[in-house]
């Protein structure tokens, strides 16, 4: 339908929520480099670096748009990171994607297809993997991020999207419960769907080399084996926690909520320590030293993690920083029900209009 009559509660309903979920993001996060020597920090438009020793010092601004590119829209900051030896890639809100050297000189930009929901570097082909809000993934050439390629296509959007540490695999995670394994780069292969979540999966990290944890809607939280598609392990949250973090080399996973973060055993999810934090919980990274930075909307925490619990040590923030552009991202909500004046309408006429066709071919049934 065209016009007025094309704006239909069931399309209204989507956008909504689509709103809800994604135009709302963070606009700061904090990000763990590829080889474990720190970390970096987007406030906003700007990237800082955090190293594992010494002072945080500013890389770059990013989000501009460049001269002769008018296919950027919307607010500019940076709402993905991705890491490797041969530097940084952004992406904005604005759906520019930018690759930057370590000392913050920046070397090529794109725009993506859509607005990005997941910025990742494949580890196998050295390309940048991204997902976006129309359930597309693509891969981008590093560093011209040039030679864009098509690589899987979901009917609702990836929220979430990460790459195996072998680079077997990409695992997309969509609005509509499911968790799909594909063989990468050959993307319609296939491997596996993991079925477990009755709403949305927001969130999905790999724990080992052959299991996956995901949390999502349901305020649950699943252990996969990779290999054979099972639940090894599930337990039900007290509450919907907004990320889901794996430390690798201590086995462990953090979950945090707007004021607590919650650490878990990797192995069989059973609790281990929950902490409060001081301020409002943005953004949450881990290292490979077993340590993780917290970045709230006033400061910069790191937290050493060991079984015995979790103890923290502020970070001085550098001169500069505006912390006003540091914002809290929403929780993700659960999809509405179809119990609605347009929807209810809708399965009446369906339900009419079978009726109709039934009675009609029973009709020339009787008359034949």
């Not at 906003?44 to 590119?69: D, F, H, I, Q, T």
């Not at 993997?129 to 891969?139: E, I």
Request: hydrophobic share 35%; proline share 4%; glycine share 8%.
């Amino acid at each position: 339908r065209s016009g007025k009559n094309a704006e239909n509660v069931e399309y209204q309903t989507f956008k909504n929520y689509f709103k809800r979920i994604y135009l709302r993001l963070a606009m700061a996060l904090v990000h763990a480099i590829h080889d474990g020597s720190g970390y970096l920090i987007a406030i906003g438009r700007e990237l800082y670096k955090l190293p594992s020793s010494g002072a945080m010092e500013k890389v770059a601004s990013c989000g501009e748009v460049p001269p002769g590119v008018s296919d950027c829209e919307g607010e500019a900051f940076i709402s993905g990171i991705a890491t490797c030896k041969e530097g940084i890639v952004t992406c904005s809100n604005n759906k520019l994607l930018e690759s930057w050297t370590w000392q913050g000189t920046r070397t090529a930009n794109a725009v993506a297809v859509k607005r990005p929901t997941a910025l990742r570097i494949s580890p196998s082909d050295g390309r940048v993997v991204v997902s976006d809000k129309a359930g597309d993934a693509y891969s981008f050439s590093l560093p011209s991020l040039d030679d864009r390629r098509y690589l899987l296509g979901h009917v609702s959007v990836i929220m979430d999207c990460i790459l195996t540490r072998d680079g077997r695999y990409i695992v997309t995670a969509d609005r509509d419960e499911k968790v799909r394994v594909s063989h990468y780069p050959n993307c319609y292969n296939v491997h596996s769907y993991l079925l477990g979540h009755t709403e949305f999966v927001h969130r999905v990290v790999q724990t080992g080399n052959t299991t996956l944890a995901t949390i999502g809607g349901d305020e649950r939280l699943i252990l996969w084996d990779l290999q054979s598609s099972t639940v090894t392990a599930t337990i039900k949250l007290d509450q919907l926690f907004s990320t889901l973090t794996a430390l690798p080399s201590t086995h462990f996973l953090l979950l945090s909520s707007p004021t607590t973060l919650s650490l878990l055993s990797a192995k069989d999810l059973s609790h281990l320590h929950t902490v409060p934090v001081e301020g409002t919980i943005v953004s949450v990274a881990s290292g490979d030293v077993g340590e993780i930075v917290v970045l709230t909307k006033e400061s910069i925490l790191r937290y050493s993690v060991s079984p015995d619990g979790l103890t923290c040590t502020p970070v001085e923030v550098c001169e500069g920083v505006v912390w006003g552009d540091v914002r809290v991202s929403s929780q993700p909500e659960r999809k509405k029900p179809a119990g609605n004046k347009g929807f209810e309408a809708y399965y009446e006429r369906k339900r009419k209009r079978i009726e109709d066709e039934t009675a009609k071919a029973e009709a020339k049934v009787c008359v034949s």
